[in-house]
T-cell receptor, first 111, second 117 residues
Framework: DTAVSQTPKYLVTQMGNDKSIKCEQNLGHDTMYWYKQDSKKFLKIMFSYNNKELIINETVPNRFSPKSPDKAHLNLHINSLELGDSAVYFC??????????FGPGTRLTVT | AQTVTQSQPEMSVQEAETVTLSCTYDTSESNYYLFWYKQPPSRQMILVIRQEAYKQQNATENRFSVNFQKAAKSFSLKISDSQLGDTAMYFCAFMKSGSGNTGKLIFGQGTTLQVKP
């Protein structure tokens, strides 16, 4: 059984397009996250939701909008994609003790 | 603000030997968690080990153990009997715990470990 799943795993698109990445967890966790891993492998938090409520919103361009329809889902929509948005995006969920469970990642390539 | 530093960008070890990855962090918090995550070439992020700051005993998980030095703000990972499957990028991470905790996990820059046959 997949604990945290993301779709798609690969996304290639052109500048200016709008795209979404979906994430679902079946672990029953209340908190979900989006992380960005850049070309140097540096991981940085973008957003976190706790039971559908936005908790963390780092300094991310407002072209990025998370949406949590329920506590098992956290989707990421990106408007007007730019070259610098190319990265791997990870969804994760966590227990109260901080253990984070990551999805397989979505490699976004903007051309 | 908390920071996590991994000063070794790359390391290598012979299969079956022991290797230690270094991590230091900076915080004024007294309650927190520390983690090591592994990212193999498949890019899946996998939790290796977790340490609670209030516990003096070092965490262990099979061949993986940590040396947690709270006063020195050091949290190194020791991998014993290294296996080819341990080849991966290893990330040290910090998370504040207790009241006011937002769950924000702060990662170090990562250390690429190659296990050689």
């Amino acid at each position: 059984d997949t604990a945290v799943s993301q779709t798609p795993k690969y996304l290639v698109t052109q500048m200016g397009n709008d795209k979404s990445i979906k994430c679902e967890q079946n672990l029953g966790h209340d908190t979900m996250y989006w992380y960005k891993q850049d070309s140097k492998k540096f991981l940085k938090i973008m957003f976190s939701y706790n039971n559908k409520e936005l908790i963390i919103n780092e300094t991310v361009p407002n072209r990025f909008s998370p949406k949590s329809p329920d506590k098992a889902h956290l989707n990421l929509h990106i408007n007007s994609l730019e070259l610098g948005d190319s990265a791997v995006y990870f969804c994760a969920s966590s227990q109260v003790d901080g253990r984070r469970y990551f999805g397989p990642g979505t490699r976004l390539t903007v051309t | 603000a908390q920071t996590v530093t991994q000063s070794q960008p790359e390391m290598s070890v012979q299969e079956a030997e022991t290797v230690t990855l270094s991590c230091t962090y900076d915080t004024s918090e007294s309650n927190y968690y520390l983690f090591w995550y592994k990212q193999p070439p498949s890019r899946q992020m996998i939790l290796v080990i977790r340490q609670e700051a209030y516990k003096q005993q070092n965490a262990t998980e099979n061949r993986f153990s940590v040396n947690f030095q709270k006063a020195a703000k050091s949290f190194s990972l020791k991998i014993s009997d290294s296996q080819l499957g341990d080849t991966a990028m290893y990330f040290c991470a910090f998370m504040k715990s207790g009241s006011g905790n937002t769950g924000k996990l702060i990662f170090g820059q990562g250390t690429t470990l190659q296990v050689k046959p």
